[in-house]
């Protein structure tokens, strides 16, 4: 697969950087998991066998409290049905909308030192993601223009 993204550019977290940090923001996480998890050989999960599905769930089970304590939450998920617009080679095995008081909670999670040990698993679990930063409108525009 040359269509490869599990961690950001340089480039695009300094983008996210530069962005106002003091409004709160919603995160789409679009998930495509490894058949088998691809931990760095000397990683104590490395042995365990388990699937890209299992190790993002030990991300989940690692990184939540962080994401608790900065105040994120999870707003939705959902399992991808079908293509309706766009790619049919682009499947999804999950995604979420992670909803943050601020990109500065955001900051804090991702360098947080515990968490740089967690998302270790999240690396492991990824074939390939999205993870794309949206602020909430204003007002309740439900209007499609």
Not at 55 to 66: D, F, M, R, V
């Amino acid at each position: 697969m040359t269509d490869v993204f599990i961690d950001p550019t340089r480039e695009a977290f300094d983008l996210f950087k530069s962005l106002p940090r003091d409004v709160p923001i919603n995160m789409l996480n679009l998930l495509r998991f490894n058949e088998v998890a691809n931990y760095p050989p000397d990683h104590p999960n490395a042995a365990h066998g388990w699937s890209g599905m299992r190790a993002y769930q030990e991300y989940g089970k690692t990184s939540g409290p962080i994401f608790q304590r900065v105040g994120g939450t999870i707003i939705w998920r959902g399992k991808m049905e079908a293509m309706v617009i766009g790619p049919d080679d682009k499947q999804w095995d999950s995604s979420f909308i992670a909803r943050y008081p601020n990109s500065a909670a955001f900051m804090e999670m991702v360098t947080d030192a515990e968490y740089r040990k967690a998302v270790v698993n999240r690396q492991a679990a990824i074939q390939t993601s999205r993870l794309i930063r949206f602020r909430p409108l204003d007002g309740d525009d439900t209007s499609f223009g």
